[in-house]
């Protein structure tokens, strides 16, 4: 016996540490490939479906191996759950030493700095955001790590967080007076010194981009790295290995240059009436898009003459404030800093005027107050390939959806990675006596004005027989508010709506009160967790396909299209069966878990390609029947 199948063994590692522990096949079966693609330093992709114990089939031989590990993830949550629990569980099981560190990004790190800058200059902080700053500060006397996630007094969306924390673009680095006190150096030195690191996604592309540059190095050399929630990868790696120019970055260049101009560079008049002037012209460009957030193509709307003036204009207010902050160079570390800034941002501005680039993606998003410009490269396959050949690295890629249609053709491609093994591993639960697919008959059609009364009328019984313990998913904001508006008249439940709190907290409002219904969109069809009869009904409008306005599918799909290949097989369905299937994981999350799945649209059984969608999907017992379903969910709520 291998020492990874002695520890899933019944006297193993896991039997001690887990009550009624019993050894699962499937589990084994993912743990020897992940201990046989650390061995051989190769690529491994694992569909390993709910239930199935992914987390401990990639920990135990990642910490058998006794090599430095990079475990990263999808969300914050998963992040703190594997540090918090689930690491410190198996290392007190396995009595090892090996040192385990947390690693977030930039922006989850209080700043010294930045809070002594605007503990002299609070007069520009309005009341909600002034009493925010007080319980910071507060709190910045007793925290060792400096990790604002500890701030429960403090809302996570709180407008207070950019002037307490740093951005790559104004840290002073080894140039702040607190460098030695600094929470991300410490954070980082930990990682460098840990033989586990837990960090997510997002900071670990932004490193892998920074060390394509030649100067990043935030997350340290590793012999095993493991992906969880890999299914997001492609996406995420896209972007970091773009460009991005923001009129956010523009504004805060613009409030930092106000407030030296306050504190020590009071004699250069010229200062604030130039970080003024290009403040409002940043504004005046933002007015130029819709005022509900949206994406588009960049290409064609740099043609559009008004856009092209306000864009022009941009790049001369740009090149004045940059012009006055160059005569204060050396008069202290924050000016250089502000200089360098302006210097980066123009430097960007130049990356998004030149839209005739092949091979890549122009496009813009906006939102409620800011315009984002990407330039995104259509394939990182060739990047990133490269990068994990020349590790010399294991590399474990898993996620509950990453296969469509058994096959994992769709996620390898995306990252090169022809070479790797795979693996599926079914989930555990018994689908077909856990749950029930509905998909209803004669709704009226998406574009139908009638579509969210329909949708309401639908949910209503169900509702009912579940007493609240009910997710409704969208593909869109305005289906979302239409059909809360018509149940807010109609029925007695609390309604819990995505954008009118935080994320968290209506999570928690939903788990405290059983007769809620949550209403979200996209943020909800993964990485949210409720468990047993507090969910017992997901409804989905219908099926997630990506808006055919999106501007980097557009411009994925021609790519595909001058190769010969078909978009809607190769990137449109692969996409959408992923996105469902996250949404269908909500339902079943234990094998006690019971409850209903509501799909309202019927091209799942009217289209040939429906039957990718269900054949990827669990197999659950299929009604078309609402009154069948709601009989089900009664009988639940009556045991």
């Known amino acids: 016996m291998s020492p990874v199948e002695l520890a899933f063994s019944r006297s193993g590692i896991l039997s001690k540490v887990l009550t009624g522990y019993s050894p699962r096949q499937a589990q084994i079966d ?21 239930g199935t114990g992914k987390t401990f089939a990639y ?3 990642a910490l058998l191996s006794e090599k430095k590990v990079i475990v990263s993830t999808g969300t914050k949550n998963l992040q703190e759950q594997l540090f918090h629990k689930d690491i410190p569980l198996l290392r007190k099981a396995m009595a090892t030493s090996a ?44 925290t060792q790590s400096g990790d604002i996630g500890e701030l429960v007094n403090v809302a996570e969306d709180s407008a207070i967080f950019p002037y307490v924390t740093s951005t790559v673009d104004n840290c002073l680095a080894k140039d702040c007076p607190h460098i030695d006190d600094c929470y991300l150096v410490k954070a980082r030195k930990k990682a460098i010194d840990a033989d586990v690191v837990v960090v997510n996604h997002h900071l670990f592309f932004a490193d892998m981009a920074l060390k394509d540059t030649g100067f990043g190095e935030l997350i340290p050399k590793a012999d095993v790295v493991v992906f969880d929630e890999a299914h997001q990868i492609p996406d995420i790696a896209s972007d970091y290995f773009g460009e991005a120019f923001s009129t956010r970055q523009i504004i805060d260049l613009c409030s930092d240059v106000k407030q030296l101009f306050r504190t020590s560079l009071a004699d250069v008049k010229q200062l604030e009436k130039a970080a003024e002037k290009l403040q409002k012209t940043a504004q005046e460009f933002r007015l130029l898009f819709h005022h509900d957030p949206e994406r588009g193509n960049w290409r064609e709307k740099l043609q559009l ?30 000016t250089d800093n502000c200089f360098e800034r302006a210097v980066n941002i123009l430097a960007k501005y130049d990356v998004m ?8 993606s122009f496009w813009y998003e906006t939102t409620r107050r800011h315009v984002v410009l990407h330039l995104t490269p259509l394939s990182v396959a060739d990047k990133f390939s490269t990068f994990v050949e020349a590790s010399g690295a294991g590399w474990i890629f898993t996620s509950a959806t990453i296969a469509v249609n058994d096959g994992f053709e769709h996620f390898t491609s995306q990252l090169g990675l022809s070479q790797a093994q795979t693996l599926l591993v079914d989930s555990p639960f018994d689908y077909l006596a856990q749950s029930q697919l509905v998909v209803p008959r004669y709704l009226p059609d998406a574009a139908h004005h009638n579509r969210a009364q329909a949708l309401a009328d639908l949910a209503q019984p169900l509702i009912a027989a579940s ?4 997710f409704m998913l969208f593909t869109s904001y305005r289906m979302l508010n239409q059909v809360a508006e018509i149940l807010a008249d109609q029925i007695e439940n609390p309604l819990l709506v995505q954008g009118q709190m935080s994320k968290r907290k209506l999570l928690d409002e939903f788990i405290d009160n059983s007769e809620a219904v949550l209403l979200a969109t996209a943020s909800f ?50 996409q959408a069966v992923i996105a469902l299937k996250q949404g ?44 069948h379903a709601s009989k089900f969910l009664t009988s639940l709520h009556s045991q």
């Open 353 to 360: 005027a030149n839209i005739e680039q092949n091979g890549m």
């Open 30 to 50: 993912m743990a020897l490939e992940v201990e046989l693609a650390i061995e051989q330093q190769s690529s491994l992709v694992v569909e390993a479906g709910t």
């Open 467 to 470: 007493h609240g313990a009910c």
């Open 59 to 61: 920990l135990l031989p």
């Open 99 to 142: 040192q385990i560190a947390l690693l977030k990004g930039r922006a989850n790190y209080l700043c010294h700095y930045r809070l002594e800058l605007y503990t002299q200059e609070r007069g520009q902080l309005d009341a909600a955001m002034l009493a925010d700053f007080v319980n910071v500060k507060k709190w910045s006397t007793s």
């Open 525 to 574: 069809w993964e990485g949210v967790d409720v468990r047993g009869d507090k969910l017992t009904c997901v409804i989905i409008d219908k099926l997630p396909f990506a808006s055919p306005d999106d501007p980097m599918l557009q411009a994925r799909s021609e790519d595909v299209r001058r190769q010969g290949g078909d978009p809607f097989s190769e990137i449109q369905l692969p």
């Open 584 to 627: 269908v994981g909500r339902l079943i999350r234990d094998v006690t878990d019971q409850g209903v799945m509501v799909i309202c649209d019927d091209r799942l059984v009217s289209r040939p390609y429906g039957q990718v969608f269900l054949k990827s999907l669990p197999d659950m017992r299929r009604s078309r029947d609402i009154n």
């Open 305 to 334: 003459p008004r856009m092209s003036r306000a864009f022009a204009n941009l790049k001369t207010d740009l090149d004045f404030l940059y012009q006055v902050i160059k005569l204060c160079l050396s008069r202290s570390e924050a």
